[in-house]
């Protein structure tokens, strides 16, 4: 499928986001960042969204965000109204989520899919590390 990824972050941690999810898996297109400093404006900001999507010029544009209900979200979802059914939006990014975003996009059949498998990807890459590599060790020795 043809899907663009626009990563909306608080502070610069959407451009290392994309910087570290390229240095892992090569620089791809239709995969960009915008950082919300404190000096932007929600209509700027809303700005850029528009002008991020009419640049890439895909099927689809998945906005994954940090948190649900700060300003990234709000102007990502003032910009969806304009775009229709091209716009799917998610909260909770991390370095997981956006690597799946971007490796398996071309391997979807449907964005609803891709969606969901997003979702996954980012809510099963949350763990108590130490409790669950503790007790896998554990029961091999």
């Known amino acids: 499928m043809n899907i663009g990824i626009i990563v909306i972050t608080h ?6 986001l994309v910087n ?12 960009e960042s915008i950082s919300v400093v404190s000096e932007i404006t929600l209509e700027s900001l809303c700005e850029s969204i528009k002008h991020k999507i009419d640049q890439m010029n895909t099927q689809y544009v998945v ?5 649900l209900g700060g300003t990234p979200c709000n ?13 799917h939006i998610i909260s909770g990014v991390n370095l997981y989520m956006l690597i ?4 398996l996009r071309q391997q979807v059949g449907s964005i609803e899919e891709f969606v969901s ?5 980012g809510k099963n890459s949350i763990a108590d590390v130490k409790e669950k590599f503790i007790k896998k060790l554990k029961s091999n020795s």
């Open 11 to 16: 502070g610069k941690f959407a451009e290392e």
């Open 20 to 31: 570290t999810a390229f240095s892992i898996c090569g620089t791809k297109d239709a995969v």
């Open 63 to 67: 906005i994954l965000l940090d948190m």
């Open 75 to 87: 102007a990502s979802l003032m910009v969806c109204k304009q775009y229709d059914d091209k716009i």
């Open 100 to 103: 799946t975003a971007i490796t």
């Open 117 to 121: 498998k997003l979702i996954s990807a």
